[in-house]
């Protein structure tokens, strides 16, 4: 079984930075995408950033100049730098994981952590 999980998460004044980890346990033989999504309340999940197993990287717009993906695979871990916060960016932030493990590829996601940007 696999599990991710995140942390990080938080209380943040407007134009405050916070960094989020997720990292993924279990029988991994690797991992392939990973990504992250946010909820805002009353909102559909969004898709905020993803990274291939290479280290290529991709933003919503709404986040680029601000937001960096990041992943260490030695550590099964992915990460999340937030700058220049903004109270739009109040969210439940969610990992997500292309996982490959001794029983097939996985799809699996975190139980999320929130990020709260209010003064």
């Known amino acids: 079984q696999v599990q991710l999980v995140e942390s990080g998460g938080g209380l943040v004044q407007p134009g405050g930075s916070l960094r989020l980890s997720c990292v993924a346990s279990?029988?991994?033989?690797?991992?392939?995408?990973m990504g992250w999504f946010r909820q805002a309340p009353g909102k559909e999940r969004e898709l905020v950033a993803t990274?291939?197993?290479?280290?290529?990287?991709n933003y919503v717009d709404s986040v680029k100049g601000r937001f960096t993906i990041s992943r260490d695979n030695a550590k099964n871990t992915e990460y999340l730098q937030m700058n220049s916060l903004k109270p739009e960016d109040t969210a439940v932030y969610y990992c997500?994981?292309?996982?490959?493990?001794?029983?097939?590829?996985?799809?699996?996601w975190g139980q999320g952590t929130r990020v709260t940007v209010s003064s």
């Open positions: 997500n994981a292309d996982v490959q493990t001794p029983w097939g590829n996985y799809d699996q």
């Open positions: 279990g029988r991994i033989f690797s991992i392939n995408g």
């Open positions: 990274i291939t197993s290479g280290g290529s990287a």
